[in-house]
């Protein structure tokens, strides 16, 4: 059976009913009673009332600090108006503090609860100094009292504080252990997916060459035929090509090859990539490639990974914009800046369009960020995005640079 669980709203509320219920009582057996019309029952209506008030508030609003601190403020200010026009001085009537003590430390912690409790104290000594001119701080029964509730203060303030800590830790340590569940079960999907993705890719490869043979042909047999069949056919070899891409993504995910390192030019790398890649005329092309070291590199994966991070930042661009390739470097290593001006990436989805499978593109499959991740890795680097909303996107890659420094040429 579970036990039960308060609420903050909940637990305060049922503490003052009880504050308000003993408080009625003390002055109905007090000895001035309570007498209908008095101050004393009017004191009690509206602390009756002032329950119902708070019940009535939002619990996002009551969660506030300041509405405990004026709850704490109230209820000292009703307890100890209540003791005055009771004459309830040398009674029992201060026990009552300790359920205002209560729940300031429920809200304000031991900071909180001995201020509470200050407060008390200090309210409390000035109703009996009031009520005898012989009062002196340190007597015995008013100092008996007073530690009293100052203990109470700083004991209730010291649980609830390390209730708090205790609740912050397990929060944490469920979130912990809820992100590595996610992730071995991830990680199995992952495992499975990519033996799937291996057999798959390898029997649709060759049917889609074979498909892509006869379109060529297709080409040259209608190459001078009307604009509609011209368009089938275009639209025949994107969606070609699309295909032989999710199939190339498949098994660059399925394997786990590690890089053939060799002295490799980024920016020549840069510019061959730039003279295979279709540029939309709407699109234009900022080349920034300034003189930078050899890296060790596969050639071959490091294509695969800017050719990524191009096609992504023109297809980011369905209006036209800039793409730019910044090239640099620093003491130890070089860096490949790719930006484009287009719709960028939301904030909450920035991190993660490197995790694998996600995916915001209707036409996507989420493993070119994920395989263009791995591979910088695999060389020692790393991959860092950037984005702005409607601002455009920023991915730079680092590389440590080689053992043999040589300046790569801008041209």
Known sequence: ?????????????????????????LMLYSRKGLTFGTGAYLLGVAFFLSNIIFTLIPRKHFAKPAVSSVIVIMDAGFISLAIYLTSGFNTDFYLVYFFIILIAAMRQELKGSIVTGAISITLYGLLIYKSSPHFYILKTPFLIRAVFLLLIATFSGYLAQRARVYEEARNVVQKKLSEVEEKLLRSERLAIIGQLAAGVSH?????????????YLLNLRFKDADEKLRKQLAIMQRELTRSNRIITDLLEFSRKQKPSLAPTNLNRLLEEILSRVQIPERVQVVKKLTDIPTVMADGEQLQSVFMNLIGNGIEAMPEGGVLTLNTGQDDSSVKVTISD?????????????FEPLFTTKT??????????????EYHGGMIVAQSIPNHGSTFMVTLPVSDERGACPTE
Do not use: F, Y
């Open 363 to 376: 036409n996507g499959i989420g493993l070119g960020l994920a395989i263009t991740k791995r591979l910088i």
């Open 203 to 215: 029997e649709l490869r060759n049917p889609l060459g074979v498909l892509q043979n006869c379109l």
């Open 341 to 353: 001006s287009g719709v960028g990436i939301p904030k909450e989805n920035l991190e993660k369009v």
């Open 1 to 25: 059976m579970r036990g039960l669980h308060l609420n903050d709203k909940s637990t305060i509320l049922v503490l003052r009913w009880l504050t308000i219920l003993l408080a009625i009582l």
